[in-house]
């Protein structure tokens, strides 16, 4: 090592000695609040800690609490240090609080830890409350105290209730319900006078109520800590006064009530605060009614038919008036006619007939009139008479009265209660009738014009007529001729005037016996009396007793013959019956066998056998066409060819005779009948084909020719075919 390296180690080592001692020099840091005090309440008589920590708190410095700007004394029992001091902790404890030594500001303090230093410290002024419990809330209204536990307001007014609170510490909060809603309200806090530890507070609240609000709950509520319950409240029972409103019950609810039979009930039930009065009135009275809610009228009267005002009064005012219709019903009573008893008018004339009646609802009216039963003058009964609608309303015109007017009149009145029908009938009038004489125009006998015979039958022309006073003249006229009642001209006699049933009418009769065809004419009756004459005349239409019905029924029989033999006629020939029936019997003639051999199919002419008059190939050939008229069908293949009904010359006629043929070939066609199938109906002139057999010695049933064959004894022996035909619906062919 040299001498300058060691210079320089030297050098290190005091550095890092002087930078040691530095570092080992003690370091006093600035103290600061870790937690100030803040604003505590506290009940009467508690303990409270009034927080105060400080950080970085040296030895030397100490710590201090102010009351309302002057420092405590730390004493045993009341205030003392609620931690370690040493440690930061100055917070205070302060025992048995009191609002006259305690309620206030209080500050933490600590002082410098050198007079050098400059680090002391003065925390933010925070409150201490010692609660004192406020008074009971009272309620104004305008100033004035409501001591009672009602509060009268008007509905639809603007109200301002105030609420007070006095004493509190600190100042309490007072809320407003409406039953369970909280109503919105301005609060104000003032101290009281000479201290400011304790606190009047008034919430004003302005509200409108209703009538629906009328006999709810009101309260204000004192919140405070100091309270036992943490509340207090004082409510009120809202009377809500309005003016009245009233509504109608009636009962029963139907309005149709009988005069004497029904009851009826009217209730007026009214709704206002203060309870109003109910007055009744009848529409058309000026004086009150009744007063009470309710009418009864048991059972209802006629005279109760009227129209009821009901009203209800308070001190705020009155209701709308609302009524009630009472409409007693009752049927149809003293019903009066005008004329009264009996009025006598004129022929032509025209007669007013009026009618009144009391009845409710108002009656319909209608007028009859009582007339004797027209029968002809057959009945006996004098009592016998019928009613006839003559009209309706209060007033009937009677214009161009006639005698079918004279008799009894009456009105009847009917209404509908409870739907069923309630009339009465006036005293009878008598309408009396007079003047010139007129024909009968009522309802049963009307004025025939025209009357109808038979020739050379009896028959009388009859008229009816009416006349008061009486007829002094009456007689048939035609022609020339005046033919007076009671006389008799030839054939034609005028018979006596006779009276009817109905009172001055009178039959008078023209008879003719017998009818004949000159008599056909118009016939005049002329009636006269001292007021005038009546001519009506009847015309006589004589026939012929051959009536067109009969000639209607003759026509019509024909008509049905005629059309029942064309239909027979069409059924006959349909079905193939009577004389269209089809003939079941032909001669052999009538069936055409042609037979083709191979010669023939070659174009060659066969060759004709000399002893039996037939071509060479017919003893083996095959029948090919069977026809018949109108019909055809196929058969069965069948042997025996032949050719002719008649045997050639120089041989005997006995195997062609059409007996012979009978008899030969009848075992054979029994035999083969079974085999046969059903022909079938063609248009035009179908065939029938029934292909025969080739003989046994033929070759083989082949079509083919090996060469002329040589007929043998047997083969030449000839076999018939006899066909049987039996045309019918169902048809069918033998062979």
């Known amino acids: 090592m040299t001498r300058r390296e060691e210079s320089t180690g030297v050098q290190l080592l005091q550095l890092l000695l002087l930078l040691l001692g530095v570092l080992l020099q003690p370091v006093h840091a600035k103290q600061y609040f870790k937690q100030q005090p803040k604003y505590t309440e506290v009940n009467p008589g508690g303990s409270v800690v009034l927080d105060c920590l400080v950080a970085e708190k040296t030895r030397n410095s100490e710590c201090i609490w102010q009351h309302d700007g002057l420092p405590i004394l730390i004493q045993s029992g009341k205030y003392e240090w609620s931690g370690n001091r040493e440690n930061g902790d100055c917070s205070l404890r302060i025992l048995r609080s009191s609002i006259l030594y305690d309620d206030g500001a209080w500050s933490c303090q600590v002082t410098r830890s050198s007079y050098e230093a400059g680090d002391g410290l003065s925390s933010n002024v925070s409150q201490l409350v010692v609660r004192q419990p406020p008074t009971e809330p009272r309620l104004f209204k305008q100033g004035e105290y409501i001591a009672s536990g009602e509060l009268s307001v008007e509905a639809g007014s603007l109200e301002t209730l105030e609420c007070e609170s006095r004493g509190g ?68 029972n809202l009377d809500v006064q309005y003016p009245p409103s009233v509504r109608l ?98 022929v032509g004339s025209q007669q007013e007939l009026n009618c009144r009646a009391d009845g409710n609802p108002e009656p319909e009216f209608e007028w009859v009139q009582k007339v004797e039963a027209d029968d002809g003058g ?57 003047g010139r004489p007129l024909i009968r125009t009522g309802r049963h006998v009307e004025l025939r014009s025209l009357h109808e015979a038979q020739l050379m039958q009896r028959t009388d022309l009859e008229v009816e007529f009416c006349s008061d006073p009486p007829p002094r003249s009456v007689r048939w006229e035609w022609g020339s001729v005046q033919l007076e009642q009671g006389r008799r001209r030839g054939r034609i006699s005028a018979g006596d005037l006779t009276p009817t049933r109905r009172k001055d009418c009178y039959a008078s009769r023209l008879s003719f016996d017998p009818v004949n065809a000159e008599d056909e004419r ?60 089809d003939k079941g019997h032909f001669e052999p003639q009538d069936i055409r066998i042609e037979r083709r051999s191979q010669d023939e199919d070659r174009g060659q002419e066969p060759d004709v056998i000399a002893d039996q008059g037939c071509p060479p190939s017919a003893t083996n050939g095959l029948g090919r066409e069977v026809t018949y008229k109108g019909h055809a069908g196929l058969g069965r293949p069948v042997p025996a060819p032949f050719c ?45 084909y029934a292909d025969l057999q080739f003989p046994s010695s033929s070759n083989g049933g082949s079509m083919k020719r090996r060469g002329v064959a040589t007929a043998t004894a047997a083969e030449r022996e000839t076999e018939y075919v006899r066909i049987k035909y039996k045309p019918h619906r169902s048809e069918r062919a033998d062979v």
């Open 522 to 581: 118009t016939y005049y009756l002329v009636a006269e009396n001292e007021r005038g004459q009546l001519r009506s005349g009847v015309k006589l239409a004589v026939t012929d007793p051959v009536s067109m019905v009969t000639v209607i029924g003759v026509a019509v029989s024909l008509l049905v013959l005629i059309s029942a033999v064309l239909v027979c006629t069409v059924c006959t020939r349909k079905y193939r019956k009577c004389c269209f029936q």
């Open 169 to 236: 510490n600190p100042a309490p909060r007072l809320v407003w319900y409406l039953e369970d809603e909280e109503v919105e309200s301005v609060q104000r806090n003032e101290t009281e006078a000479g201290t400011t530890r304790r606190w009047t507070v008034v919430s004003s609240l302005q509200i409108s109520l209703g009538k629906e609000d009328n006999g709810k709950r009101l309260r204000c509520v004192v919140e405070h800590e100091a309270l036992t319950r943490k509340m207090r409240e004082i409510r009120v």
């Open 644 to 688: 002719s009904s008649r045997p050639p010359a120089g041989h005997s006629p006995t195997p062609y005779t059409i007996a012979n043929l009978a008899a030969a070939t009848a075992a054979a066609a029994a035999a083969r009948e079974e085999q046969l199938i059903q022909p079938k109906k063609v248009r035009g002139t179908p065939t029938m």
């Open 249 to 346: 019950e009636r009962t029963p609810t139907s309005e149709e009530v009988e005069d004497g039979e029904d009851s009826v009930v009217l209730s007026c039930l009214a709704d206002g605060n203060p309870v109003p009065d109910i007055v009744w009135r009848k529409l058309g009275q000026s004086s009150i009614f009744r007063i009470q809610a309710d009418l009864r009228f048991e059972p209802v009267q006629s005279a109760d038919t009227g129209t009821y005002i009901c009203l209800a009064r308070n001190s705020l005012g009155a209701s709308d008036e609302i009524s009630a219709v009472v409409d007693v019903r009752y049927p149809p009573r003293r019903v009066e006619t005008e004329p009264a008893n009996f009025v006598d008018v004129e």
């Open 378 to 434: 057959r009945s006996s009964s004098s009592s016998a008479s019928a009613m006839f609608h003559r009209g309706s309303g209060k007033q009937l015109v009677i214009n161009n009265v006639t005698y079918e007017h004279e008799g009894l009149w009456q009105c009847s009145a009917k209404n509908v209660i409870k739907g069923e029908q309630r009339r009465i009938y006036s005293p009878l009038l008598r309408v009396g009738v007079s």
